[in-house]
């Protein structure tokens, strides 16, 4: 039992180029999450799928897209990425309301 | 949206002293309130939760207090102990936004030996 994977762990891009992150978990999970974490700020929600098949947009979703593949799966796409999206990013499910939110390990990503 | 505030931003205390970080939140609709510890470098993981029904629980050294009228929520932790240093954070979940979190800045705590 993995819990909440990610990839990669660590990318550096340049400005303008686009890729995804790629979350995973295991635990049948109903909710999954992606946040970024920048210091001071705490962690901020991006996109958020409530369930398979559904995915909203959290506080801070411009620059991103994001895919439920399927119950297991949630992808962060970043179309051409920009400075101020040098950040760490933490995937996270839930199974059900006022479940445990688990976190996964987080990628840092450094946009030149 | 929701907004949830978190102070102190940094806190040092003796080993042995007792912690306390306070949260508010803005929106009458939330009623999951978790607390998260983050060591240096590593993800978030949950330490203790309450829901709005409830004024307080207790898990060993840690508590959580909840004042739904005034809006805030307060996290305690007794006889502190060097791997209590961490950075703390609140959360506060609205009913009907699909379980959505919002999140305090942190709080960085120290606890010196």
């Known amino acids: 039992n993995a819990g909440v994977t990610q990839t990669p762990k660590f990318q550096v891009l340049k400005t303008g180029q686009s890729m995804t992150l790629q979350c995973a978990q295991d635990m049948n999970h109903n909710s999954m999450y992606w946040y970024r974490q920048d210091p001071g700020m705490g962690l901020r929600l991006i996109y958020y799928s409530a369930s398979e098949g559904t995915t909203d947009k959290g506080e801070v979703p411009n620059g991103y897209n994001v895919s439920r593949l399927n119950k297991r799966e949630f992808s962060l796409r970043l179309e051409s990425a920009a400075p101020s999206q040098t950040s760490v990013y933490f995937c996270a499910s839930i199974r059900e309301t006022y479940g445990t939110q688990y976190f996964g390990p987080g990628t840092r990503l450094l946009v030149l | 949206g929701e907004n949830v505030e978190q102070h102190p931003s940094t806190l040092s205390v003796q080993e042995g002293d007792s912690a306390v970080i306070k949260c508010t939140y803005s929106d009458s609709a939330s009623n999951y309130f978790p607390w998260y510890k983050q060591e240096l470098g590593k993800r978030p993981q949950l330490i203790i939760d309450?829901?709005?029904?409830?004024g307080e629980k207790k898990d060993q050294r840690i508590a959580v207090t909840l004042n739904k009228t005034a809006k805030h929520f307060s996290l305690h932790i007794t006889e502190t102990q060097p791997e209590d240093s961490a950075v703390y954070f609140c959360?506060?979940?609205?009913?009907?936004?699909?379980?959505?979190?919002?999140f305090g800045t942190g709080t960085s705590l120290t606890v010196i030996p």
């Open positions: 309450i829901r709005s029904n409830v």
């Open positions: 959360a506060a979940s609205p009913s009907g936004t699909g379980n959505q979190f919002y």
